[in-house]
C-alpha cells in the first residue's frame, strides 16, 4: 500500500542558500506559462503559479498545481522570455542565488529550458513554495541530456 504521506502537500520556505538548493530540487521540471509570473513591486514579491513535477518512489511521475514567490524583491529582469505571449510555457530547470559581498543581499536566478532565464535582485534570500491541490498523472517525463 502507498505510504500515505508521500501525497501530503509540499510546504518549504527558503531564507538561505542550503533551504534553496532544496527548493530548486523540488521545482526542477515545474511548468509556468509567461502569464503566471507577476511581479508586484508595491509588495517587493515575485510570485508564480505553475505544476510540478512530482517523483514517486516508486518512478511514477505526477503533477501538482504549485504556488510560490519571493519576497523583498526591488527589481526583475528577463532574458528569452516573452512578455507578449503569455501562453508560452517555460520549463524550470533550477533556481540558485548568490549573495552580495558581506551582505545578505544578492540575486536569485530562475533558470528555464531554452535558455530562458529570470534574475530577481533581492534585499536578502525570502522564498516560500506551497502546493495547492490534487494530484494527477504526467503525461511524458521530462528528459535531461547528461554530461558525460
Known amino acids: 500500500m502507498p505510504d500515505a504521506s508521500a501525497d501530503a502537500p509540499?510546504?518549504?520556505v527558503a531564507l538561505d542558500t542550503e533551504d534553496?538548493?532544496?527548493?530548486?530540487?523540488?521545482l526542477q521540471d515545474f511548468v509556468v506559462k509567461v502569464a503566471d509570473l507577476a511581479f508586484l513591486p508595491r509588495e517587493k514579491r515575485f510570485a508564480f503559479?505553475?505544476?510540478r513535477a512530482d517523483r514517486r518512489v516508486d518512478g511514477e511521475?505526477?503533477?501538482?498545481?504549485?504556488?510560490?514567490?519571493?519576497?523583498?524583491?526591488?527589481?526583475?529582469?528577463?532574458?528569452?522570455?516573452?512578455?507578449?505571449?503569455?501562453a508560452t510555457v517555460l520549463n524550470l530547470?533550477?533556481?540558485?542565488f548568490?549573495?552580495?559581498?558581506?551582505?545578505p543581499s544578492g540575486e536569485v536566478v530562475l533558470l528555464f529550458s531554452g535558455?530562458?532565464?529570470?534574475k530577481l535582485t533581492v534585499e536578502c534570500l525570502e522564498a516560500?513554495?506551497?502546493?495547492?491541490?490534487?494530484?494527477?498523472?504526467?503525461?511524458g517525463a521530462p528528459a535531461h541530456e547528461t554530461e558525460l
Open 98 to 103: 548568490a549573495a552580495d559581498e558581506g551582505e
Open 61 to 86: 511521475l505526477r503533477r501538482r498545481r504549485t504556488a510560490g514567490h519571493f519576497d523583498r524583491v526591488t527589481k526583475v529582469s528577463a532574458r528569452g522570455i516573452d512578455r507578449s505571449a503569455p
Open 10 to 12: 509540499l510546504r518549504l
Open 115 to 118: 535558455e530562458a532565464s529570470l
Open 128 to 139: 516560500q513554495v506551497v502546493d495547492l491541490g490534487p494530484v494527477w498523472g504526467a503525461k
Open 93 to 96: 530547470l533550477a533556481i540558485t
Open 20 to 26: 534553496l538548493e532544496i527548493l530548486s530540487a523540488h
Open 49 to 51: 503559479v505553475g505544476n
